[in-house]
């Protein structure tokens, strides 16, 4: 689920500045919060990527990327690539 894409967040019905809620400070459960604990009961969605305050921060566009790894089935697969190229994890 790519919440980078404007158009994935308009079908959720978020904005980016929801995005960039800072969940300590909420009083209740946020909508993003909610969001991830719904992507998390289940199968079909493999991973989240969302826009990073920390790159904002500091000048340019970047993003994160949760991965729930139970939910990467064949043929999707992730490899954790070292500086040397070289496979550090991967799975399934």
């Known amino acids: 689920m790519d919440l980078t894409n404007q158009k994935t967040r308009a079908a959720l019905g978020l904005t980016l500045r929801e ?5 300590p400070r ?7 919060q909610l969001l991830g604990l719904a992507v998390s009961q289940q199968r079909a969605i493999a991973a989240i990527r969302f ?6 921060a500091i000048g340019f566009d970047g993003f994160n990327l949760v991965v729930f790894r139970d939910c ?3 043929p999707d697969f992730v490899r ?4 040397t190229k070289k496979a550090l ?3 399934p």
């Open 19 to 23: 995005l960039s809620i800072v969940w």
């Open 26 to 32: 909420a009083r209740k459960l946020t909508r993003t």
């Open 51 to 56: 826009p990073s305050d920390a790159a904002r």
């Open 72 to 74: 990467v089935q064949a």
């Open 80 to 83: 954790i690539l070292g500086p």
């Open 89 to 91: 994890q991967k799975w």
